[in-house]
């Protein structure tokens, strides 16, 4: 049964929040898994986040369409969107071309809002991406401070090889479960 979502949400570019080129564009990927750890290659991972700038702005064109035949055009691949919907592939992994969010007002550190959709969840689940470039506002930052040090860590991206790369996998439940957050 399901994923239900698999055939109308994710969209061809869904990662691409960047264009391509673009200066100072960086790449943030990671897999989902499940409580025992096996990946899941059916979840859909949204993104939502400010501009370098802090703005809210990003341009609108995620799901554009042809006026004529109704068929998906895609971005414009020239603005940043500050949106993303990305599928899993079979091994539960992810990857976003994105620019380095910029913050809000202090204390709080710039992030990445999450979402994630997954086979046996009643409801999405929202998470956020923090980066450790930012160490002296994460440390600052509300949230985080609120947090045991060690669930911390499960929203800070870890750097990784090539420059520009970082990696922040979600773990919906079980040992180094991802710190989730619940609005009310």
Sequence with gaps: MGPFYGYALPFP???????????????????????????VPD??????????DG???????SMRRDPVTGGFL?????DFTGFGRIATDADGHWTARTLPPGGPAAPA???IS?????????????TRVYFPEN??????DPLLTSLDPARRETLVATAVSP??????????????????????
Excluded at 55 to 61: I, M, Y
Excluded at 74 to 78: A, D, L, P, Q, T
Excluded at 114 to 126: D, E, I, N, S, T
């Design 74 to 78: 895609g971005r414009n691949g020239v």
């Design 55 to 61: 703005s809210l702005a990003g341009a609108g064109g």
């Design 13 to 39: 570019g869904g990662g691409d929040l960047a264009p391509a080129g673009h200066p100072g564009a960086i790449t943030l990927h990671g897999h989902v898994r499940d409580g025992e750890g096996t990946p």
């Design 114 to 126: 999450v979402c994630v959709h997954a086979r046996g969840l009643l409801h999405h689940l929202f």
């Design 163 to 184: 420059p520009g790369t970082y990696r922040f996998d979600i773990r919906l439940q079980g040992e180094g479960e991802t710190v989730f957050l619940e609005f009310r």
């Design 135 to 140: 160490a002296e506002a994460n440390a600052a």
């Design 43 to 52: 979840a859909l991972v949204e993104l939502w986040q400010a501009g370098p």
């Design 109 to 111: 550190a710039p992030y």
